[in-house]
């Protein structure tokens, strides 16, 4: 199939929509933690976050069914799934976070995260840590250093405040400090600083509470109180984006907000929501969700449908009934200590970092000059990819292995990823 799919997707499809690989991978089928291209070899995914509770999973496969065949319609009308939905998702979050809006992409959902902070404080200024990346419209740009510094970026705009990531591996305050997290977020106060100097207010600081486009990062602990705090104290509100972190993933937590002791006033859901199907959710206070009440209504076509609603529904059942948070935190700490274990035989590794099954590999040429090896890492990539395991890279320098697989992924998978990868860490490219 590839290839005669490979140029007809070529012509009909934009050439800057990169495929993984060098030689493209056609999927055919996919199953809880495995995928199987045309010639039904198997892959072992390690990648991809968006199938949570695994690819095809017979019982979202039958829910969605089942609703398919019964009705699906949107929230102009009663139906219990839709309140069900809303009612099981607050119930897993603090209290005060009890209103649901439903969208149908993580960019959507910022998207509409930024408007209820906007009209709540009645101001625009936002603020962004560097590399962050919350999406692909217009306004999810704009908060995106990501995007908007990369090719074909336009910069800031002039309401965007960008404060350094928060990196203990690269950033100018280390982990073994103990007071990196403050120092981090004094970046955030000073930007509060900035923003009112220009006569203006803070609306938001937005981020992902571990910065996954950035480098699959962990802030050092207090960052998100002191800086909350900063944003609180000028009347501007705390989103946090759990896109890739939400519903277990992290295995010690349920949200990364928790590792860090705080509570956001809007949090942002997609991806593993839906289990692959187009499921996003902001859920905030009823205070802020009342900035709406002045008849800026919200409605979204196809947001919290009643099909998306028995989906989402269906995946919390199974997150809970197998475990899976608990699996996210064994299978990954795991994972992370045989990394750890390769990091001693290989100065390649400069950090291994992460939590549950979101993890990264930090691959540089010196460990003292921190001079990121993306072409090792993309060598790994694709040789892996020949032992029939999926991974990817990121970070501003691509040069960081991306671990994040579905969460059914077990200690054997594991330790066949790990084999492969120390057989791979072996070869010449890897060698400095
Ligand atoms: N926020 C984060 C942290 C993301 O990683 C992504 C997607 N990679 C988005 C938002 C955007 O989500 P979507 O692609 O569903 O619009």
């Given at each position: 199939a590839t290839e005669t799919v490979l140029p007809r997707r070529k012509k009909r499809f934009a050439g800057n929509l990169k495929l993984s690989y060098r030689a493209p991978l056609t999927l055919l089928r996919g199953y809880r933690q495995f995928l199987f291209d045309q010639y039904g070899r198997t892959y072992l995914d390690g990648y991809n976050n968006v199938p949570h509770v695994g690819h095809c999973h017979p019982r979202?496969?039958?829910?969605?069914?089942?609703?398919?065949?019964?009705?699906?319609?949107?929230?102009?009308?009663?139906?219990?799934?839709q309140v069900e939905y809303a009612e099981a998702l607050t119930s897993r979050l603090p209290d005060e976070l009890s209103v649901c809006f439903f969208v149908n992409s993580g960019s959507e959902a910022n998207e509409l995260a930024l408007r209820l902070a906007r009209a709540h404080t009645g101001a625009d200024d936002t603020i962004v840590m560097d590399a962050g990346y919350h999406g692909n419209t217009n306004t999810a740009i704009d908060i995106s250093p990501y995007k908007f510094n990369g090719p074909g970026g336009r910069g800031a705009p002039d309401w965007v405040e960008v404060v350094p990531v928060a990196d203990p591996y690269r950033g100018p305050y280390k982990g073994s400090d103990p007071e990196a997290g403050r120092k981090y977020a004094d970046h955030v106060r000073v930007a509060v600083e900035r923003i009112q100097a220009r006569d203006r207010r803070v609306a938001a600081f937005i981020c992902e509470i571990f910065p996954s486009v950035g480098g699959q990062l962990i802030p050092p602990p207090g960052y998100y109180r002191h800086a909350y705090e900063a944003v609180r104290a000028a009347?501007?509100?705390?989103?946090?984006?759990?896109?890739q972190t939400g519903l277990g993933r992290i295995g010690t937590h349920q949200w990364g907000f928790e590792t860090q002791g705080v509570v956001p006033d809007i949090v942002v859901l997609g991806k593993p929501i839906g289990n692959g199907h187009p499921i996003g959710a902001v859920i905030t206070t009823p205070a802020?969700?009342?900035?709406?009440?002045n008849g800026m209504e919200f409605f979204s076509t196809f947001g919290g449908s009643t099909l998306a609603c028995v989906i989402g529904r269906e995946v919390l059942r199974v997150v809970d009934e197998e475990n899976l948070q608990a699996q996210a935190l064994d299978v990954g700490t795991f994972m992370l200590d045989g990394l750890r274990a390769l990091q001693d035989d290989h100065v390649m590794i400069g950090d291994v970092?992460?939590?549950g099954l979101f993890m990264?590999?930090?691959?540089?040429?010196?460990?003292d000059t921190l001079e990121p090896a993306q072409k090792a890492a993309s060598y790994i990539v694709n040789r892996l990819r020949e032992h029939r395991i999926l991974i990817g890279t990121d970070g501003p320098f691509d040069n960081?292995?991306?671990?994040?697989?579905?969460?059914?992924?077990?200690?054997?998978?594991?330790s066949y990823l790990l084999h492969r990868l120390a057989a791979v860490l072996r070869e010449e490219p890897c060698r400095i």
């Open positions: 979202i496969v039958a829910a969605a069914a089942r609703q398919n065949r019964l009705l699906n319609t949107n929230t102009r009308y009663l139906h219990p799934a009347g501007g509100v705390c989103i946090a984006d759990e896109v802020i969700a009342a900035s709406f009440a970092r992460g939590s990264g590999v930090e691959l540089v040429e010196s460990r960081v292995l991306k671990i994040r697989p579905p969460l059914c992924f077990t200690r054997e998978d594991a």
